[in-house]
């Protein structure tokens, strides 16, 4: 018998499991493949490190403006893929550390959910006072016509590519889909992006996102495109009532995930659409039954999976504790990067809010200007409730965006008003002075009673 039974080692198992040893509960952690989940075995880790690479690439062959002439740069995807592998072992390990320092017994395996708060593993039975289901998720293929062929890859098969491809063909312009797309890009090889929406990546705003577009010259858009059929090299897209095509020697379907609840479905448990239902404590329908991360389909970021395990585990020790989704930050790690946390402009009109919003261009930043020059696309549009004058949304692009919305998720979290905002010190030079400059920027507009309108960034 365990305190504990976590049935997932992702981001949100493993936190779990790691926050509920160090309050002295006994835990069991079972995960059928490797430590570390889907973000670190197929996702976050591997795919930062190899853009991480092609980036490192692309920055050696443009350096001759800020004095570096690098002379005859070359890209080896093996060695690319090698320091991957060892970055993924290394956190394996960082993982694999955590649990025993933490007194969490691993068992390899694949669980199934019984009832009564057991679960059973190669025939075996374990119970637990309370289990945390986190399963993750896995790709979606979507139903066309070709979809299975041998030129289609997933995320999954694209991070164990042994040779690069001389064309790739993009489906989805979502955060995984832009991120391998830049990857290739940055490599000069040719990509085309199929994306259904008439913009790509969902959250983003909706101005940044366009712009971003623009500075990724070398890749091919086509929005409000749906795919009808893929024909070996051949794909065929309906684009404005039309039927168009292109050709790609490789295709990587990245149009979303999906939950893994295969497992779970004779148990009693509440899935609704495919999504395991759960609470703001993370509780699902069945007592002692928890869920957190990609199962839930609520947030499905590794981030997030983390802050539900510890919503969990707070909650099965007595801890008052509950997951709150307004302030979840989000990045992109392409070229540019993107982030953001928090209310889009679009989203606080629908709302019915009055709003406030100020956009302020990164090449008047000091330290972005010595490190991207004049041309680089970098804003900041912050997001503010005109009553109130709380923070309502920071949206970034450029730069090390992804750095920075850390910080502005805080401010959110806290619901930080213009005037508390202003008196934060910030670091100089550092990116960072862009969240203060746009938010003085609406102080200043507020005070004039003029619209903000003439500081969005110009095409």
């Not at 109130?388 to 805080?410: D, F, K, R």
Request: net charge neutral.
């Amino acid at each position: 018998m365990y305190d504990i039974i976590i049935i997932g080692a992702g981001p949100g198992g493993y936190v779990a499991a790691e926050r509920a040893g160090r309050m002295g509960k006994s835990v069991l952690i079972v995960e059928k493949e490797n430590l570390g989940g889907v973000c670190l075995n197929r996702g976050c880790i591997p795919t930062k490190t190899l853009l991480n690479s092609t980036k490192l690439y692309k920055q050696a062959k443009n350096s001759a403006p800020y004095g570096v002439y690098a002379g005859d740069v070359s890209f080896n995807w093996d060695k690319a893929m090698s320091w991957k592998n060892e970055v993924v072992e290394t956190q394996r390990n960082g993982v694999s550390f955590l649990m025993k320092e933490n007194n969490v017994e691993i068992l390899k395996g694949s669980a199934e959910l019984l009832e009564g708060k057991r679960i059973s593993v190669d025939g075996k039975i374990y119970e637990g006072d309370n289990i945390i289901i986190s399963t993750g998720s896995a790709p979606f293929i979507p139903p066309v016509p070709g979809s299975d062929g041998a030129s289609v890859v997933t995320s999954d098969e694209v991070l164990e590519l042994e040779k690069l491809p001389e064309s790739i063909a993009v489906i989805g312009g979502g955060v995984i889909g832009m991120e391998f797309a830049s990857l290739f890009s940055n490599l000069g090889i040719k990509v085309d992006v199929i994306e259904m929406m008439d913009e790509i990546i969902p959250m983003m705003d909706k101005d940044h996102a366009r712009v971003m577009r623009r500075e990724m010259k070398g890749i091919n858009f086509h929005l409000s495109s749906q795919l009808l059929k893929i024909e070996g090299k051949k794909l065929t897209y309906l684009f404005g009532g039309k039927e168009e095509s292109l050709e790609a020697e490789l295709v990587l379907m990245a149009v979303g995930r999906r939950p893994n609840t295969g497992s779970l479905k004779k148990t009693g448990l509440d899935i609704n659409k495919g999504r395991v239902v759960v609470n703001e404590k993370m509780q699902t329908n069945l007592p002692g039954i928890y869920a957190v991360g990609d199962v839930t389909g609520l947030s499905m970021l590794a981030h997030s999976a983390s802050r539900m395990g510890e919503v969990a585990v707070n909650n099965i020790c007595g801890i008052r504790d509950r997951m709150r989704y307004n302030a979840v930050p989000w990045a992109v790690y392409t070229s540019p990067e993107a982030a953001g946390c928090g209310m889009t402009e679009a989203e606080a009109k629908a709302s019915g809010r009055n709003i406030k919003t100020a956009s302020v261009l990164m090449k008047h930043n000091g330290r972005f200007l010595a490190e991207h020059g004049k041309t680089a696309a970098g804003t900041c549009k912050v997001v503010v409730d005109a009553k109130t004058e709380v923070l309502l949304g920071v949206h970034l692009l450029g730069g090390i965006s992804s750095e920075l919305v850390a910080g502005a998720a805080a401010m959110i979290e806290s619901e930080l008003r213009v005037n508390e905002i202003k008196q934060i010190i910030f670091p100089h030079p550092s990116l960072s002075e862009v969240i203060r400059d746009a938010v003085w920027a609406i102080a200043n507009a507020g005070r004039k009673q003029a619209s903000c309108s003439h500081m969005q960034p110009k095409e």
